[in-house]
């Protein structure tokens, strides 16, 4: 292959080599292969560089770099290119596939298959990775120490609102658990620190909201979730079925629209005594404009003016670090005390919460 030298160095190759690293840092090595690939080929897939390499805004934060992986992931799972089908079905995490065969497959693909690859290119990322919810139990069980109250749970950046059945699913957090154990998706993540004090946990109300949600009843929909996530993550998969037919029992109430507005709304609602109204989200502010941002932060300012004891607020945010180095479990309490309310890092955490770990929410009360 013959490459221009100058596409060498574009931010395109360059984003596609440090989400590699990140992803050969995690372990993933199939993962981590794929995209060095993609930054040896690219140069000669000219519309795919140029959609990535003139796209408005930080790659990073728009998943730019997942949406074609996921476009990948999706081809192969459909069979339309038989040697991507062949690769993925048998690579684990760690397969790392030889460089050339890789080289010649990806540059195949990039070629005849631009348009489908293009549509995942458009389309919001969707990982709706329900081990998440094991940090959202531990802080609601870390809330409850001091005075156990019923929860009312809001999330924003649903997605499928597969996380929205949090209190449904069985959770190990080191040595403790909640939740239920016969329930088709038990949730363990490796937890390293200290475990969350056990006892119950009662979810009076759980409601979610999304720009563009996704409709568990509708099979792409569900396909596309599949896509999302990494080439030969299995045990991810089989969760990830076993929550659609829970959500397919027991269906979540996800809104359309705009987080801020929906939000504002859902605050404005009468809080009941003795239920403590919680706001969660995972990996979704990065996605967010600046304004939005702002935003949902004044509406929650607002609403914490009238917080107390009985009727508190809080907010549970699983997001990168600002330096993007990590992942951050955030817990913000308002209860009247203090108009600013009291954070804490509560854990930091894996993106996709293979691991935890675990600090607690000391000083916090």
């Known amino acids: 292959m013959n490459r221009p030298a100058p596409c ?55 998943g730019v770099i997942f949406r074609l992986n996921a476009g990948l992931h999706a081809l192969a799972r459909s069979g339309k290119h038989g040697a991507l089908q062949r690769l993925y079905r048998t690579a684990t995490a760690e397969t790392c596939p030889e460089p050339e065969q890789l080289d010649r497959l990806l540059a195949d693909v990039l070629t005849h298959h631009t348009a489908e690859l293009m549509e995942w290119m458009a389309g919001p990322t969707q990982t709706n990775e329900v081990a998440r919810v094991a940090g959202f139990v531990a802080a609601l069980l870390e809330l409850n120490a001091p005075a156990a109250l019923s929860c009312e749970v809001l999330e924003l950046g649903s997605s499928a609102g597969l996380n929205l059945n949090l209190a449904r699913y069985g959770c190990v957090m080191g040595e403790t658990f909640s939740g239920d154990v016969h329930n088709p998706v038990q949730v363990a993540p490796r937890w390293h620190g200290l475990s969350p004090p056990p006892g119950p946990l009662v979810i009076e109300r759980a409601a979610g909201v999304d720009l563009s949600p996704l409709d568990i009843g509708n099979d792409a929909d569900c396909e596309r979730l599949h896509a999302y996530i990494w080439a030969g993550e299995r045990a991810r998969s089989v969760r990830l079925r076993a929550a659609i037919a829970v959500a397919r029992s027991h269906p979540p109430q996800v809104a359309t629209g705009l987080a801020s507005r929906w939000l504002a709304m859902q605050l404005a609602r009468p809080q009941r005594q003795g239920t403590r109204r919680v706001i969660v989200h995972s990996m979704v502010v990065q996605y967010m404009p600046q304004v939005e941002r702002a935003a949902v932060d004044a509406a929650l300012t607002f609403a914490a003016t009238a917080a107390t004891p009985s009727r508190p607020l809080a907010r549970i945010g ?48």
């Open 8 to 62: 060498a160095t574009g931010r395109a190759e360059a984003q596609l080599r440090i989400e590699a690293a990140k992803a050969r840092d995690f372990g993933k090595g199939f993962l981590a292969a794929i995209m060095t690939s993609l930054a040896r080929v690219l140069p000669d897939a000219p519309q795919m560089r140029q959609c990535i390499e003139r796209w408005p805004g930080d790659l990073a934060g728009a």
């Open 318 to 365: 699983m997001e990168w670090s600002a330096d993007r180095s990590t992942v951050e479990l955030r817990v913000t309490l308002w209860d009247g005390s203090s108009a600013a309310g009291r954070t804490v890092v509560a854990a930091h955490c894996h993106p996709y919460a293979e691991w935890f770990e675990w600090y607690g929410l000391k000083g916090i009360f």
